[in-house]
């Protein structure tokens, strides 16, 4: 080793990064000042802890009564009924939607109103979606189906949008060179370019709707969610407890069967 | 099938159990919507009078109370950001050694990467309001259950997807650290964090930025922020301050989502 290239004279491997560093003690300063602010202490986790235990042994064993059982295969069966409507009403509404809203292909007038619907119908939750359906058509499956079908529209759009505008031109133009009408320049230039992602957010999108089904019926949108915040509030907690581990049951199996139908189309 | 006597070979794409099982999939898929509109019970008056309510409702939330901002809306709104804020930071710092557990290249160990990733898979499972529920029956109603309940929904979200980039690390640095005798820390420090910071930040971003959108509707079982104002205001048929949360909530969407863009470009 020459002898000016000793470890003395080489600066250091890893300089210290001071920005990165004060961001850090402010994130960490930050921790402790919402924390005091929201009032989470030991104390109260400690109380917390105590309650938990007498809690789960509320729950535990799970209530399994023939009338409970039927109460819940009623819920779930609707929360799976509004899952797959919505999901179908949101894909098949949120490709013209989606198609509309980029940038690339329509002119601007088209694409703000688009962009500002979707983002409209993206910004607020699943479940104040839902309470403002419930207020326009009432109770029940109704207004999980149209919650839902709001939701999955504002996030397929959203993606199926954005992806569109990332595709490449050159073949729109050569379809467009050859006098082809506007639907077919869609349909044999733009949509073979995304088909591929927009059945991805697809399937992404019916997970989640069918995880949110089980939700929207705490605001009295149907499904089992209904069901679950009843027995939450007269303290039916062992009850509770079947009606959760049949939702992640169900959750486990729509995971399975997604995976089967991904291997499907790899 | 030769191709020399001119008879043309037939291609196909897929094979026969390939086209089956698609075949299957869309039967399927069409039967579950069939079988779903049929039972589904909704009750067509309530739909036909939809227009009319959906009237009334707008009529009723306009105009929008502006002044009620500063009273009642304003501290449950920074609570709400707070309960986002402090929920996400707790769950990372939560998922972070899951995320590690999880990663087959960091835990060779398949029982400790299965034991982990069923944590993970469970705190998924279990929607944020549920977990809400849940917390609420052990801490009491307050932001205490909603931070709870955003930690825990978020670590199955953080851990699964740090673990990922974890598994897709390259090798290459991390055995020149070990083969100078670097301690385990040093490595994960200087061998996969650097490696894996530039996606650790975009998830805890992302992640925020989903909070801050749940954090609105925990309050509505109880556990603090702005949806315990939504939830007394609808109770009281006071529309028109639910018009107004609604629109605070929609801002601060649009502004934590512009937020999470800036920083992503700064840091990323």
Redesign the interface.
Known sequence: MPSGLTAQTRPPA?LPNWPARIAWIA?IA??FY??S????TWE??VT??D??MR?LARMVPPDTGASKLQLLAKGL??S???A??AS?LGIVLSLPIGLLAARNLMPAWVTWPMRLFI??CR???Q??IA??FV????F???AG?LALTVASIGFIGKLFADAIEEISLKQVEAIRATGAPFMSVITYGVLPQVLTRFVGFATYQVDSNL??S??VG??GA?GIGGT??AA?QRFD?DFLLTI?LA??AV??VSEALQNR?KK?YQ | MTVGNGIAREWQRYTRRERLGRFALYFGIVLACVASLRTVEIIPEFLYDAPEQVADLLRRMWPVEWHYYPKGVHEVLIETLHIATLGTILAILMALPLGVLAANNLTPSTTLNYFAKFLLVSSRSVNSLVWALLFVAIFGPGALAGTMAIAFRSIGFVGKLFSEALEETQPGPVEALRSCGASWLSVFIKGYWPQVEPAFWAIALFRWDISVRESAVLGLVGAGGIGMAIDSAMNLFQWQRVALMLVVIFVVVLLAEIVVTAIRKRII
């Open positions: 890893f994130l930050y921790t919402a924390a602010i929201l009032d989470v109260r986790f917390g802890i309650n938990g809690f069966y609707e799976i009924e509004i797959i409507i179908a983002a409209l910004s607020f939750h479940v104040i309470i403002v207020k326009a058509v009432g029940g499956a109704l189906i995880r949110n089980t939700m705490m605001v149907g679950m915040f939450f907690y959760l939702i992640i959750i486990m139908v499907l």
